[in-house]
């Protein structure tokens, strides 16, 4: 292994060891489901495919099998992973361990222990006391609490456990560069569990609130209906705040977590999963960042596509705000208790995220295990045919440089912080088996909506609204978050969606002040005196004159158009530092061909690097067909 003694660090273009950076494409082995004698063919598949990190999961559940003795391999050699991990050292690969303890939804219980699962004191809780169950394939099973000293106990155990296995084989001693965490729970789920009721009360005294609303508030949370407009606001408000302690608490277990490692003797950056509507678990760094799971999609044509196009155009101006790489987890292939998924859909869900600013990707399944279908290599290591697929991606990110490349941005949408957490809790007032039918339909469940969150779903459709006006237009666009709008970079116009909070109030003054025009558009309650107190336009909330008024502001502002047609094709363009386009994403989400025009940017030949075709500009502009449902990778070249 290396000889260098620096530990392995995170920056925006991938993991940096020693004097070598090293682009995050990475690819999922289960090494407890497969025979020892195969894994010297699955690693070597994984490499042949372009991966050089392998993302092992290790679950709770498979070594400890029996209450209190976790087996590292003595009983079972498929758990030796030090044995898996060396293997993986001498064909020259890189691992990124996955140590849970909560592991994917293919895995009984999450891959967490039965007796841990079962044990009352662990369970998460619901209004009446009673333990909430999720009634998932293959297997209904509650869920544990976040907030219970019990389950935290159990997790910390476990976590000292391997990552005494861990801390040996870490960089530059061994070739482990990461390990990923993930304690559990479940989204859109409120926990009465006493620890975490106790949670809430104390937040509640911390904000001023008095004995009887704290009451009110609890009440509020067990989903008391009530009958006036202005008790129904309170009781969301309240719901905001269950939400707020929520995520805290998630986010106080993830960095038990990371402590536990460190206390193990863990040298290496932290990964962890970050759910489409929440904040960061911990202080993304050098040694810390956010994986976003992408893996259960729905169709590429589907209504939650733009959601998700958004929640990775926002996950990914969130790293690069803070140099460090935007993750995303894309699954290859489906469970056998899910919506089956085609090849062409995994491929695409990766091109789409790829083309919204996600710059590392972990290719979930890369090895089939069991509970699964359609990943690129059979268990023994066999590649199939779409894994060649696969390959040339791997090779156009190499090629490309891709993670070292900017997306091209004129105008940024910036999303109120109070969004998340009020969607949040209208997905909160779902059944838990809402969760299931998200799982298996690859759809979302309609919250019930109620008076005190209809401007909080208004807005979520007017940033859809607008990100349709602007893909129409060809203006190249990106969704962000208000904590997260720094730097402006060579984004010429901010259209604020919401409420504005006092710190991004004072940069967009700041902004205006020195040109970068800045519009807003509050909520339907808010006016447009209370959210500023200096001449910063406010855009109309209807979305019948949206598309008048950015055909104003293009002439207005000048802002960049991409010579594109027909309307139905979208474009993404990433550049290098020196502001020249280099990559090129055109992508069709109807379900017929287009036969696309396009700027060639300059370029005199693009060549799409997925399926080797290769079209010459003709005045500056590139013909090429775009078949349905697909999304062509094109290298710019002179």
Same mark, same amino acid.
């Given at each position: 292994m290396s000889t260098d003694s620096r530990a392995p660090e995170l920056t925006r273009s991938g993991l940096v060891l020693g004097e070598e950076t090293v682009p995050l494409f990475m690819g999922s082995v289960h090494p407890f489901a497969l025979e020892p004698a195969a894994w010297p063919a699955a690693l070597a598949a994984v490499r042949t495919m372009g991966i050089r990190v392998v993302d092992a999961c290790v679950p709770w559940a498979e070594h400890e099998r029996t209450s209190g003795e976790i087996d590292f391999g003595a009983s079972d050699p498929r758990l030796d992973i030090g044995r898996f991990v060396a293997l993986a050292g001498e064909l020259g690969l890189l691992v990124s361990l996955r140590i849970g303890p909560a592991q994917s939804h293919d895995r009984t219980r999450l891959g967490i222990p039965e007796p841990v699962i079962w044990d009352p004191e662990c369970q998460a809780r619901s209004a009446e006391g009673k333990?909430?169950?999720?009634?998932?394939?293959?297997?209904?099973?509650?869920?544990?609490?976040? =907030?219970?000293?019990?389950?935290?106990a159990e997790m910390r155990r476990w976590a000292l456990a391997v990552g005494a296995q861990i801390a040996p084989l870490c960089h530059p001693r061994g070739p482990v560069v990461a390990c990923h965490v993930d304690p559990g729970g479940a989204p859109f789920v409120f926990d009465h569990h006493p620890s975490a009721l106790e949670r809430y009360r104390s937040a509640l005294e911390r904000k001023g609130k008095t004995q009887e609303a704290i009451v009110r508030a609890l009440a509020s949370a067990a989903f008391a209906d009530s009958g006036?407009?202005? #008790?129904? +606001?309170?009781?969301?408000?309240?719901?905001?705040?269950?939400?707020?302690?929520?995520? =805290?608490? +998630?986010?106080?277990?993830?960095?038990?977590?990371?402590?536990?490692?460190?206390?193990?003797?863990?040298?290496?950056?932290?990964?962890?999963?970050?759910?489409?509507? =929440?904040?960061?678990?911990?202080?993304?760094?050098?040694? %810390?960042? #956010?994986?976003?799971?992408?893996? %259960?999609?729905g169709p590429s044509a589907s209504p939650e596509r733009r959601r998700l196009d958004a929640? =990775?155009? %926002?996950?990914?101006?969130?790293?690069?705000?803070?140099?460090?790489?935007?993750? #995303?987890?894309v699954g290859a292939g489906f469970s056998p208790f899910s919506r089956p998924r085609t090849e062409a859909e995994s491929l695409n869900d990766a091109l789409f995220a790829l083309a919204h600013g996600i710059s590392g990707v972990e290719l979930y399944q890369a090895v089939e295990s069991e509970r699964w279908i359609g990943a690129p290599c059979d268990r023994g290591g066999v590649a199939r045919p779409f894994a060649d697929a696969w390959t040339r991606l791997a090779r156009a990110l190499e090629v490309t440089r891709?993670?070292?490349?900017?997306?091209?941005?004129?105008? +940024?949408?910036?999303?109120?912080?109070?969004?998340?957490?009020?969607?949040?809790?209208?997905?909160?007032?779902?059944?838990?088996?809402?969760e299931l039918e998200e799982l298996v339909l690859g759809a979302r469940v309609a919250p019930p909506v109620t008076r005190a969150l209809e401007d909080a779903l208004e807005l979520e459709r007017f940033v859809f609204c607008?990100?349709?006006?602007?893909?129409?237009?060809?203006?190249?666009?990106?969704?962000?978050?208000?904590?997260?709008?720094?730097?402006?970079?060579r984004a010429r116009l901010t259209i604020v969606v919401g409420t504005l909070e006092p710190g991004l109030r004072d940069v967009l003054h700041r902004e205006a002040a020195r040109g970068h025009a800045v519009v807003l558009a509050p909520f339907a309650g808010d006016s447009a005196e209370a959210a500023v107190d200096a001449p910063i336009p406010v855009l109309g909330r209807s979305t019948v004159q949206l598309g008048p008024a950015l055909d104003d502001a293009i002439r207005t502002l000048g802002l960049p158009r991409f010579e594109a047609g027909p309307e139905e094709l979208g474009l993404t363009v990433h550049a290098d530092a020196s502001g020249q386009p280099r990559v090129l994403f055109a992508f069709n989400r109807s379900a017929r061909p287009l036969a696309g025009r396009l700027d060639a940017f300059g370029a005199n030949v693009a060549e799409d690097l997925l399926d080797g075709s290769t079209f010459e500009a003709q005045g500056g502009t590139l013909s090429l067909p775009v078949p349905e449902r697909t999304v062509r990778f094109l290298h710019l070249r002179d």
């Open positions: 333990p909430i169950v999720l009634p998932t394939a293959p297997l209904a099973f509650p869920l544990p609490s976040l =907030a219970s000293e019990k389950y935290l006036s407009i202005d #008790a129904e +606001r309170e009781a969301e408000g309240w719901l905001r705040d269950f939400v707020e302690v929520g995520e =805290a608490i +998630r986010n106080d277990a993830v960095r038990a977590l990371r402590s536990a490692l460190e206390t193990a003797g863990v040298s290496v950056p932290i990964l962890y999963e970050a759910t489409l509507d =929440a904040r960061p678990a911990l202080p993304e760094s050098r040694r %810390a960042a #956010a994986v976003l799971d992408l893996s %259960a999609l929640a =990775a155009s %926002a996950h990914a101006a969130r790293a690069a705000a803070r140099a460090l790489p935007a993750l #995303a987890r891709f993670a070292e490349l900017e997306r091209v941005v004129a105008v +940024r949408i910036v999303r109120s912080r109070a969004l998340a957490p009020l969607l949040k809790a209208a997905r909160a007032r779902l059944p838990v088996a809402a607008l990100e349709d006006e602007l893909e129409r237009r060809h203006v190249p666009h990106a969704v962000v978050d208000d904590d997260d709008v720094l730097p402006f970079g």
